[in-house]
């Protein structure tokens, strides 16, 4: 057997401080006490990765309105019915909190037979309808038992109680979704209790999750994952990569698959490029590559595999559809499987082992075949970030086929890429620490720790708040935001505004594959455009303060990325790697400027890490496809460069000119040029 390749990718060292395992006199870790803190908000929205807890979180809050806040009710919807089992009965008391958590048999609807269907879910919106008029407390079900039940019983049934909602991401703000619609209606009529969770406020989509003035009726509680995995007792380095092949993905599986690892695999959808179109004979075929079959394990119906080596494992297969995957599904449900390593291998799914799926000694979550959803790519690597005994690292790799510019489908190819990129992107944001940026001088943030000399008037100053794992930087030129919304999005939401920048092709393709870009049209007109379209209602100072940190926050990341990595050989250096590396990039410039970061291209690391990833001549192909559709600039663009011209000509007493040498004056200038073009055309007609 072959022995697996190295994968380019971002590899992260974190401290195991054990902070985000331990428990405080109730039995709360640090998240679920920091949302506690917010029992008493009407709508609150949990941001929190896999394996921190929400789900207990949820428990603590629930009791409390429950029995202090004079609720009737509780009802805890999730998005499938395995994730229901998260919520069963759980003995709090034992662990120093006030009250258990209990739901009676009959009232959890996850565990109830049928599947959710409007043709045959009457039964379970008929027991919803019966718990309402109850006097019991709790209740679990699906968001399609919800949705159903809403429209049988409208939205006043459901007055003075909690309603809990898991997997929040599966909300959206668009019309066509009921869930949203209905959730919509909740809040318009302001007489329940919301309690929204999820690991990723955002969607594969880029669809809003709440329309804005929903929105900012929730307080936020945010434990990010950088929080929760620097926090863990065992867990040390996590790497982020991806892999590009050629011919069949059954083959180049072993150049990424150590069978010495515990992994999940999830073959390719049946309608993506990678799929062969049979899925029962890929699975077939990958157990084939491992080593000889050797039967099947009659009490969890795992596949036994005879490695080369002469070691024998444990595969479950979660994607033939017959009554077998029942009963592998079931043992996996089993306790054992976390208690036990050595209880299974390998796992191959397809649409299963993701959302809630919990198998704490997974270490390498092998992903074959680009996933459109950002969320969804969250999800897969959540299932690799739990802690465990003996358990010091973990990957995830997405397995890509290689874009092949003699095919006629090499456009979707280069798009499956560039898509794979953007999720790269995106991790290293989520697993970095969280930056808090203010004005230049604005003074010493309470709680931060700015070394040994302390905060320094008029000096490059860095604080990390070791509680919360953020920075606080300086930047000089950073805008301030007017309004309480754009404080709040600059507070909590700039991964959100990250996430619908990488999605936007135009920036990815441009940013990564056109020589002739200049870094200000991604971080000025492209980022500013997607602000103003996010947040239309906000002023153009809002814009522009919103704007400046996301680019600030994206590129320091980039930046900063070599310190966050290490070998992790030396705990201590370790430990202390990433806030010394801040610091020293803080010292290393002379003043950290917000036009010095807007000239960064931010997809510049990306294009390292693919340059490794791809051989060169598919590297020029992938290249040579989009600039044979490269955009002209639009009317929208030349007005965005005219503003920037504008506010050039405020600072510098005059307009930007198409002979300077600077490439983002001139661009601004082709702006100006463009837009009286435009103009003299349309006066001409």
Known sequence: MTSAKTVPSVSVTYARTGASTKSNEFGMRAMQERAFEKRGEQYLLIKSPPASGKSRALMFIALDKLHNQKLQQAIIVVPEKAIGGSFADTPLSEFGFHWDWQVKPQWNLCNAPGI???????SKVKALAEFLASDDRTMVCTHATFRFAIDELGIEAFDNRLIAVDEF??????????????????????????VAMTGSYFRGDAEPVLMPEDEAKFETVTYTYYEQ????????????GYYFYSGGYQTAILDVLDPAKKTIIHIPNVNSRESTKDKIKEVDHIIDELGTWKGMDEKTGFHLVELADGRTIKIADLVDDDAKREKVANALKDPAANENRDYVDIIIALGMAKEGFDWIWCEHALTIGYRSSLTEIIQIIGR?????PGKTSAR??????????????VVDAVNDTLKAIAASLLMEQVLAPRFNFTPKNRGQQEDYDYGEAGYQEGENNVGFNDKTSQFHLEIKGLVEPESAEASRICTEDINEVITA??????????GIFDEEVVPEELTQVRMGKIVKDKYPDLSEADHEAIRQRAVAALNLTQKLMPHISGSGDDEAKANTALIQGVRKFRMDVRD?????????????QAYAVLAASMDEKTLKQVAAAIANKRINLSLEEARELTLRALKFKNERGRLPELTSQDAWERKMAEGIAFLARKTTEDSDD
């Open 592 to 604: 950290l400027d917000i036009d010095l970061i807007d000239r960064i291209n931010p997809f510049q």
């Open 501 to 510: 920048f990488v999605q936007d092709k135009q920036a990815v393709e441009r």
């Open 384 to 388: 690799a970030t739990r802690d465990a």
């Open 116 to 122: 959710d269907e409007p043709r045959v879910a009457k």
């Open 169 to 194: 991401h599966h909300v959206s703000a668009n019309p066509e979704n009921k869930l949203g619609a209905h959730l919509g209606d909740l809040i318009a009529r302001d007489k329940i209790h919301l």
């Open 229 to 240: 995995l620097n926090g863990y007792d065992y867990l040390k380095s996590l790497d982020i």
């Open 396 to 409: 995830f790799t997405n397995l890509i086929a290689e874009p092949d510019a003699s095919e006629d489908l």
